[in-house]
């Protein structure tokens, strides 16, 4: 099993979303870092243990594995907590119409709630050949700073059934990301919290980037 998942499984997984996607480009360098046989079989045991025959419970079990991460933090990054996200999503209640964005994505935990959202409120999204389209390939738009967020962000979609989202590297409170004022039709973030992040940004940015009259909501917004 060992050699099976380093050897096939691994590049296996690097092919997934197809040429040219967000998520083949990031994990395109994916390895495989469990460094022993015995180590590997008890992880699968405790695995085998959790019922995992739907969508929610392996992108639930997966979204925990993140929660506990050793490197959340080290760029202001924090795991916003569900409810917040769930009472941030409710408030302005995604359509399957919209264009929503993330600029701060973190491991993406509001674009997958926002999709939860939008199969549940809208079941014809995925029955409505064009509106199957438009949200694998054009709903959900996340950019980090951080290469490994991305890997991060790219694997919790498709675990969510998201097969092709907008994922990329941007810092977007930096210059040069004017090309995307007004783009959004809804903007969800929770950003940095780090010095060189300055509060009085995060809810203007959030506010730049969705189109006039349309919602954006910023955890800076909420307390």
């Known amino acids: 099993m060992f050699a099976t998942v380093g050897d096939r499984v691994f590049p296996f997984l690097r092919t ?4 040219g ?19 590997l079989s008890r992880v699968v045991d405790l695995l085998d243990e959790i019922p995992m025959a739907d969508r929610d419970a392996s992108g639930d079990l997966y979204e925990y594995v993140l929660s506990k991460i050793a490197s959340a933090g080290q760029n202001g990054q924090f795991r916003t907590p569900r409810h917040i996200i769930r009472l941030m999503v409710d408030m302005t209640a995604p359509h399957p119409s919209d264009e929503i964005c993330d600029p701060a994505s973190g ?9 939860e959202y939008v199969r549940d409120q809208h079941p014809g999204v995925l029955t409505d050949a064009a509106q199957r389209k438009h949200f694998h390939a054009s709903t959900f738009h996340g950019y980090d700073f951080d290469n490994t ?9 498709l675990m969510h059934g998201i097969e ?3 994922i990329r590297y941007r810092d977007s409170l930096s210059e040069g990301v004017s090309e995307d004022a007004e783009k959004y039709t809804l903007t969800l973030a929770n950003p940095p919290s780090r010095d060189r992040w ?6 203007r940015i959030c506010n730049e980037w969705s189109r006039p009259r349309n919602p954006s909501c910023c955890s800076w917004h909420c307390f």
């Open 21 to 39: 996607s967000t998520y083949g480009e990031h994990m395109k360098d994916a390895r495989f870092t469990i460094p022993t046989a015995q180590l």
């Open 16 to 19: 997934l979303g197809g040429d």
């Open 164 to 166: 092709s989202p907008d």
């Open 198 to 203: 300055t509060t009085s940004r995060h809810p």
């Open 149 to 157: 967020m991305l890997r991060i962000v790219s694997m919790n979609m």
């Open 107 to 115: 491991t993406a935990g509001f674009l997958v709630a926002a999709s």
